[in-house]
């Protein structure tokens, strides 16, 4: 017999079926079993003979075949797709045995510690209300490539492993690459913006890999991020009209497919007017003199406490849970950034804040060569060393900009998750690649 | 005035345009200069007052704004998109002034050497023969995509750095990673695993690295590879029919979507019938023997010529240019490959042969826990290490399989390029990344 999806069983009541899955839960009622089966499709009631199900328990994989059944009225359960109907088992195979539980599963919610949450990853990522978030997470990555490529993006590979650390710092990780050493990517903006050379408009969805020295709740060892780079812009506003797109499209589409997700954490997702707000730096502090009596007036960059602020201001002024801060000051963004040439020292550069905190970063670029050179020198970055950067601006690269933003903090942000760490399949940091690296040593 | 995309200019003619775009070549007629400007939509010719085309050469960077005006009949090029039009230039822009161009970038070929080609990849990339490998490559690897994701796979994001080296060889990059050592994954073998308890079915787009030490046409250290998992097979034949899909629509999105890469390269797609051939690998050796008196019958792999010798086979007999070899020994598959009960000693594994070399590699993997710790004994494999990969197992999974194959290596096949360098954007190998080793000592 074939195998019949879970989610079509209510399409084949009174019907033989064979269905394939998971035990997740098992109710016993005397002589009869209670068993709740789930795929990747849905979940349904397995009804069985207490002889059939053995010592079926959760997390058994398993093969039944049995006959769909219309459950009377009053054991109708309308919180399931499948709640009509449930399956009279007439066979049951265990393909797959699993070890006792160490923690019940078959919850709504899977209240466990950050810790044990990432010791059993490869089981607690079953539990429906962790696999969701990481539908989201394919959505977000999904919106973001369908939008730029109905734009006239193309989408390109860019690499991991990097000759040079140009872009500076010392939050990069070392390889050893046969007699020499290389580094890994901490971005791919070299790469982008060489590739607005080849193909105008690009975007790479790519991991980037930062050694990140601190435990916060927002900061990963490697993340997916999802960066794109257009030539030819008319003003480096176009590239915030783009990120404007970007994210409404990522939002909707977040809305439309992540039912069950913003279910599981009682969100909705976040509002955006037609047009969202922008400030300068400056004009983002002076609100929050006025609004807190704090005066952060003198500082080149918002403070955690100053982004909360701003974005209440945001919400209570513009009704917009996210709101542009442009025109940070030179010192504070990389060398290749344009500056504006009417508001001297400060940059055509923005920042996305959302909910509160940091969610995109972006800017228009210098495509001058002999300028970019200089602000590198000024900056003591060593750039001769990127040569196929250099290349690329010694060969005619037009006005460009672009932005960038990682999958995992646009995901924690929208189903407000705790910690960064669970919008990450398998999140790396200082302490814990797949296993504490304690235990390693 | 807005821009028009060059490629809308044939219907704009007798209006005023405003183009962006690279000069592609320069020819000069006395007083007239003929400019060809390309953008990411197509090439036109403007026509130009040598006074206003000034020194303008190969790379700058323009903005010109011209009347479009219908070509003589004569003058027309029916090998160009638009070319029964023309723009007169009225005012002509430099946004970036390029350097003299080391070669003639004008051409339809762009005969270099590959050294010379990779010293300016920054450059080469833009020629359209270069370029439109990677329009190749990008329409891979969404065909890719968008089938899996018809079947009901879900995409995840696969770690790049990992704990152990499980799957064992010595060529792992390591990373110095905080105070201990790391790796880089070499494929997301084991990751895809876990998430068939997560998902059913499961693909990723990744990057692995992998430290070849030899400088082959045929290896690259960083590839990107998909790579597809799928639970609950009915049969490891599943698992081949699944990928017959893939490639098949693969080739059918290149064929439609990638007729200018075709073009540049002079081939066609290859030949597929309705099933691909299958033949044990002894049976192949049989055939081979047959065919040309080599005896490789007790060998435990095809060589290179063997490829060769079964793909004529293929197309001569079944008119394929592709066929699957199945059943590899035991001992040339990795430790978690099942092994056929009813050919025992032999695999339920495959390789697809593409036009006389591997393109992809799948099989069914081991789902029982116990066979699955015994047979990586056997073969010294330290998987008490990877944690999570044996806990997925003691928390049940089904039968389960899946392949594998680099976008790189699939390109380099399709269009029959000499050396799978040319097909990745920023090719690493032992004596290069981006810049040769050599000059960075």
């Known amino acids: 017999m074939e195998r019949t999806l879970i989610?079509?069983?209510?399409?084949?009541?009174?019907?033989?079926?064979?269905?394939?899955?998971?035990?997740?839960?098992?109710?016993?009622?005397?002589?009869?079993?209670?068993?709740?089966?789930?795929?990747r499709s849905g979940l349904a009631q397995v009804v069985a003979e207490s002889s059939l199900s053995g010592n079926l328990h959760p997390q058994d994989v398993v093969c039944i075949e049995g006959k769909v059944a219309k459950r009377p009225e009053k054991l109708i359960n309308p919180n399931l797709e499948t709640g009509t109907v449930e399956i009279q088992a007439e066979r049951i195979e265990i393909l797959s045995k699993a070890e006792e539980?160490?923690?019940?599963?078959?919850?709504?919610?899977?209240?466990?510690?950050?810790?044990?949450?990432?010791?059993?990853?490869?089981?607690?990522?079953?539990?429906?209300k962790v696999r969701e978030i990481f539908r989201?997470?394919?959505?977000?990555?999904?919106?973001?490539?369908?939008?730029?490529?109905?734009?006239?993006?193309?989408?390109?590979?860019s690499p991991v492993i990097?000759?040079?650390?140009?872009?500076?710092?010392?939050?990069v990780f070392e390889v050893k690459y046969f007699d020499t050493t290389a580094y890994l990517a901490q971005s791919p903006q070299f790469y982008k913006q060489i590739m607005v050379g080849v193909f105008e408009r690009v975007f790479t969805v790519n991991k980037t890999l930062r050694a990140e020295p601190s435990v916060t709740t927002r900061h990963l060892t490697e993340v997916t991020t999802l960066d794109a780079e257009m030539g030819f812009i008319s003003s480096w506003e176009e590239i915030m009209e783009t990120v404007e797109e970007v994210i409404k499209y990522i939002l909707e589409r977040v809305e439309k497919e992540c039912v069950k997700a913003l279910n599981y954490y009682g969100v909705t997702i976040p509002k955006v007017p037609q047009s969202?707000?922008?400030?300068?730096?400056?004009?983002?502090?002076?609100?929050?003199?006025?609004?807190?009596?704090?005066?952060?007036?003198?500082?080149?960059?918002?403070?955690?406490?100053?982004?909360?602020?701003i974005t209440r201001w945001a919400q209570e002024e513009k009704n917009s849970d996210l709101v542009f801060i442009t025109h940070y000051p030179v010192s504070k963004r990389?060398?290749?950034?344009?500056?504006?040439?009417?508001?001297?020292?400060?940059?055509?550069?923005?920042d996305l804040i959302g909910r509160g905190t940091e969610w995109l970063t972006g800017g228009q670029r210098i495509n001058n060569m002999d300028l970019l050179l200089e602000r590198a020198k000024e900056r003591n970055v060593d750039i001769k060393k990127s040569e196929l950067y250099i290349q690329a601006f010694r060969f005619g690269l037009p006005p460009e900009g672009g932005f960038s933003f990682g999958s995992e903090r646009i995901v924690m942000h929208i189903l407000g998750l705790a910690n960064i760490r669970e919008a990450s399949l398998f999140p790396r940091d200082m302490e814990r690649v797949d296993v504490r690296l304690s235990t390693l040593k």
């Open 101 to 128: 539980l160490p923690f019940d599963m078959g919850g709504k919610d899977l209240d466990l510690q950050l810790p044990t949450l990432l010791d059993y990853r490869s089981l607690t990522l079953r539990h429906p």
């Open 334 to 350: 990389p060398f290749y950034t344009s500056e504006d040439p009417k508001d001297p020292g400060y940059t055509l550069s923005f």
């Open 162 to 171: 990097i000759p040079q650390t140009a872009e500076g710092g010392a939050e």
């Open 276 to 309: 969202i707000p922008r400030l300068k730096l400056r004009e983002a502090q002076e609100i929050i003199f006025q609004r807190t009596g704090i005066d952060h007036r003198r500082e080149s960059d918002l403070d955690p406490e100053d982004e909360r602020e």
């Open 136 to 157: 989201v997470q394919e959505v977000v990555i999904d919106a973001f490539r369908d939008l730029l490529k109905k734009k006239g993006f193309t989408e390109f590979q």
């Open 7 to 39: 989610a079509d069983i209510i399409k084949k009541t009174d019907e033989k079926v064979r269905i394939f899955g998971w035990v997740n839960t098992r109710r016993d009622h005397g002589k009869i079993v209670f068993l709740d089966i789930y795929d």
